[in-house]
């Protein structure tokens, strides 16, 4: 496995990036949405692992609109009110249609390294919801779109996923956290009624006991017995539709 650091052009600038590479030849490329404390350490670490499942896994900086900023402590940002403050206005000021149009120039980087579809995607936190909307945004290119503990899958927001399920071809997995005030239980069953509705091969998996952050391994709530689970379910999910 390997890491190459690369700057990727967007229609707004220039994001940072990791791309990581399994030791052969990649059977496909994989967007891995970040959460909200940005790339650092901990999602390098997942991104090595899921390369060394044979993917070449895109790690972007979806804040660069807004570097330098940061870094921040996973365990405590959102409990110290200054970078709780300055966490907010960095997720705030990056919308989901901002992330949708970068999500074209993400795909285009794989094949500047020599990597070709097909493409899946993959989010956790504010990447959940990225990571269903890009599916839905470049349904030609992704047949594989997961999240993990995402927030606002199905709100009342304009850009919330479950608008947009009409649009997806990829098949879906959402994992939930068995209690996430960012995912109710009223929203979760919204999504599987667009999905249903929209006739989307889907999944949605309730992990009970889980909190909201618990497959990052830095992350406050973080469960080493769950974010086993959780990868055993991605990379046969994966394995099922990316090879």
Known sequence: MTKK?????????????????????AKAGVVLYMDAFGPRPALDEMAERLAGEGYAVLVPDLFYRNAPYGPFDAKTAFTQEDSK????????????????????????????????????????????????????????RIVAAASFHGGNLASEAPDSPYRGAAEIKARVYVGMAGVDSSFPPEQSARLAEALRVAGVDYVLENYVGMSHGWCVPDHSAYDAAGAERHWKHLTAFFGETLG
């Open 5 to 25: 650091d690369i700057e990727i052009r967007t229609t707004d600038g220039t994001a940072r990036a990791g791309l990581f590479r399994p030791a052969g030849a």
């Open 85 to 140: 403050q300055k966490l907010m206005a960095l997720v705030g000021g990056t919308t989901q249609e901002m992330t949708i149009r970068d999500t074209q120039a993400f795909l285009e980087a794989f094949s500047g390294e020599g990597v070709t579809g097909p493409f899946g995607t993959v989010g956790y936190c504010m990447g959940g919801a990225r990571a269903l909307n890009a599916a839905a945004s470049y349904s030609d």
